[in-house]
């Protein structure tokens, strides 16, 4: 396996983990109403969207 092989399959993983916390963040968020909760509920998927963002530049870099 290619070092950059290796990368997608952690950027991937990374993606599916951070949408993943959103959505037990956001139940936290409705069971107990707490800020903290609700603020890593929000900005969980904002980093998600970043890192598909570096997925795709990645694409463009390496040819696919």
Same mark, same amino acid.
């Given at each position: 396996? =290619?070092? &950059? *092989? %290796?990368h997608r399959i952690l950027i991937v993983a990374g993606i599916a /983990? /951070? +949408? +993943?916390? %959103?959505l037990i963040e956001a139940r936290a968020w409705v069971? *107990? $109403?707490s800020g903290a909760a609700l603020a890593q509920? +929000?900005? @969980?998927? +904002? &980093? @998600?969207v970043g890192f598909w963002l570096y997925y =795709?530049?990645?694409a463009k870099r390496? $040819? =696919?």
């Open positions: 396996m =290619r070092l &950059i *092989t %290796a /983990f /951070f +949408l +993943l916390y %959103a069971r *107990t $109403g509920a +929000l900005v @969980s998927p +904002l &980093i @998600s =795709r530049s990645l390496w $040819g =696919r």
